[in-house]
């Protein structure tokens, strides 16, 4: 990653032509510019409302990383406390959505991926997670995209999945196309240790 050019060399990073990015929000959203997935019609109050959202899931996901990074002892001792911790900011969440089907309302965006990667994150810790009704059907909504659905049922189909790697599939079997390098890195059954995607 020091060898690349990038002006932050961090992970993940991605690499599109001339455009050379780190940090998950910053992917997330270029991505979701590129490719469509941004609320249709929005306005800077809208547009800093999903930001503001997709900022609230990484202290979400932290949470989650941080007991993930920590000695087994501390894991064993702390998990509890952690899921108790991330169902507060799921209420939040459930608030947020209300009765829209994703984030936007209509619009599905790269904050639905981001937000999805999240919960199941901590699905995989405690498989009774989720207790918001909305949550639950937003959940089965995203995994039920067609273009997903392909992806979790095939044979090489992984959890340990990263958001921006979500949408590339995505966005690839809706027919845009691009030669994305995406690289991330993460640690037990959370994210994929460190792969690259080439489309």
């Excluded at 639950?136 to 999945?161: A, D, N, Q, V």
Aim: aromatic share 14%.
């Amino acid at each position: 990653k020091f060898t690349l050019g990038l002006d932050f060399p961090n992970l993940p990073y991605l690499i599109d032509g001339d455009v050379k990015l780190t940090q998950t929000i910053s992917i997330l959203h270029y991505l979701s510019a590129k490719t469509g997935l941004f609320p249709k019609g929005s306005n800077p109050a809208d547009i800093s409302r999903y930001d503001m959202i997709d900022h609230v899931i990484m202290d979400f996901v932290m949470i989650g990383v941080r007991l993930c990074y920590s000695p087994p002892e501390d894991f064993a001792a702390n998990k509890s406390a952690v899921i108790e911790q991330g169902k507060g900011f799921m209420k939040q969440f459930s608030t947020a959505l209300g009765d829209n089907k994703f984030f936007a309302g209509n619009d599905i965006t790269g904050t639905d991926f981001w937000m999805f990667e999240a919960i199941d994150r901590f699905v995989k810790l405690d498989s009774t997670f989720i207790e918001h009704d909305n949550l639950k059907k937003f959940m089965e909504r995203i995994r039920g995209l067609p273009e997903l659905e392909k992806y979790f049922t095939s044979p090489g189909s992984t959890h340990t999945w990263h958001s921006t790697t979500n949408m590339l599939h995505f966005v690839k079997d809706m027919g845009h196309t691009g030669d994305f390098t995406c690289a991330t890195v993460g640690r037990k059954d959370w994210l994929c240790f460190s792969f690259l995607f080439l489309l």
